[in-house]
């Protein structure tokens, strides 16, 4: 059972790039909740939570928090090995496209990031 788990948490990061997603802006996330999507926008703030043993690390595209449009959210805690690097750093202020199925979190939209490869820099 453990290999089965192993070998689809390895093909999951393949399956991401497999898929066609449809580019669609920040401002439009919302209007596409529980779709597959990419998300394109200028990261305007990042804020790594790290007073609690799960560091997120919240990517805000649109305008700074808390009125953003939409996030990227990373468990940066349980997938830092995923990342080359600290995503709040090295996505700031960038153009970038976030793939990954939309949800919202407090009615804005947000696409939880695993891997590094659902992140472009444009």
């Known amino acids: ?9 390895l093909i999951l990061p393949l399956k991401v790039l497999s898929y066609d997603f449809i580019e ?3 401002t439009s996330a919302i209007q ?3 779709k597959l999507r990419t998300v394109c926008g200028k ?11 799960s560091q997120r690390i919240y990517l805000n595209m649109g305008r ?3 009125n953003h449009t939409f996030t990227g ?6 997938n830092k090995d995923n990342f080359d690097g ?3 750093k090295k996505y700031k202020k960038k153009n970038i ?4 199925v939309i949800t919202t979190y407090n009615e804005k939209p947000q696409i939880q990031i695993d891997f590094e490869n659902q992140i472009e820099i444009r």
């Open 97 to 100: 496209c976030i793939s990954g």
């Open 32 to 34: 596409n909740v529980g």
């Open 86 to 88: 600290r995503p709040d």
């Open 43 to 53: 990261v305007q703030s990042t804020y790594i939570n790290s007073n609690t043993a």
């Open 64 to 66: 700074e928090y808390p």
């Open 73 to 78: 959210l990373i468990w940066y805690s349980s």
């Open 24 to 26: 669609i802006p920040h």
């Open 1 to 9: 059972m453990r290999m089965i788990l192993l070998i689809g948490f």
